[in-house]
């Protein structure tokens, strides 16, 4: 795992809290490594959302924000039904056969690892959706929805850590899987939207008590 992969797991598991000023000297040394590779780091993780200006050029761990939560679970339950619906008349055995196999090897993660990684649920998670969105053949939808994913990934360890979600999450996508197989794709695209927002209510719900 390079140090970008390492930091990005790292702050999902909460290991630097919310607030946390991130110093190039004590993560070098943390690390050990130089303090290029932890420039470089920083700054793809600044970018990418997972971490927030301080000062003139430091970097810091932005605090959990209940609003961001809720918009971005709001965006999601609209444009994923949405971008599955698209997909649904092109999936085939194969796909959904992959879907299924997806869905399998998260359920091995749970049931080996008491304290869910939170890096390998999102992971699968998101490799479960994209095998289905990816049928849809709409490049721009899916890449807005995909970003929607990344802004929602440092959030996936807090809500590892905080809500015992995991079995219901996973409960919801085989049964997803189910009607997709029968072809009812309006059942689908409505658990889906449920699916989607239960589980932003309830962060959002956890975050505004907890935070």
């Known amino acids: 795992m390079d140090l970008y992969q390492q930091l990005k797991s790292d702050l999902q598991q909460g290991r630097f ?8 000297t004590e993560l070098a040394a943390r690390y050990a490594v130089s303090r290029i590779p ?6 793809r993780l600044k970018n990418e959302g997972w971490l927030t200006g ?5 970097v810091a761990v932005p605090q959990f924000d209940p609003l961001e939560v809720e918009d971005l679970y709001l965006m999601r339950m609209r444009l994923e039904p949405l971008l599955q619906e698209f997909a649904a008349p092109n999936l085939n055995g194969e796909t959904l056969g992959r ?3 997806i869905l399998d090897a998260m359920e091995q993660v749970t ?6 990684s939170a890096a390998e649920i999102g992971a699968l998670n998101w490799q479960f959706h994209t095998c289905l969105y990816r049928s849809a053949n709409r490049p721009t939808l899916f ?4 970003q929607l994913h ?6 996936i360890g ?3 850590r905080g809500l015992d979600y995991q079995a219901t999450s996973q409960q919801e996508h085989y049964q997803l899987l189910d009607l997709l197989q029968r072809g009812d794709r309006k059942a689908a695209g409505t658990l889906l939207e449920q699916h989607i927002a239960a589980a932003g209510r309830a962060l959002v719900d956890h975050l505004r008590d907890n935070t």
Do not use: F, I, N, W
């Open 150 to 155: 990344r802004q929602c990934e440092r959030y």
């Open 38 to 43: 932890v420039r470089d780091a920083l700054t």
């Open 143 to 146: 890449a807005a929805v995909e």
């Open 99 to 101: 879907a299924r196999d």
């Open 17 to 24: 809290a919310p607030g946390t000023v991130l110093k190039q």
């Open 111 to 116: 049931e080996r690892s008491p304290e869910l």
């Open 54 to 58: 301080h000062g003139k050029r430091g």
């Open 158 to 160: 807090y809500q590892s």
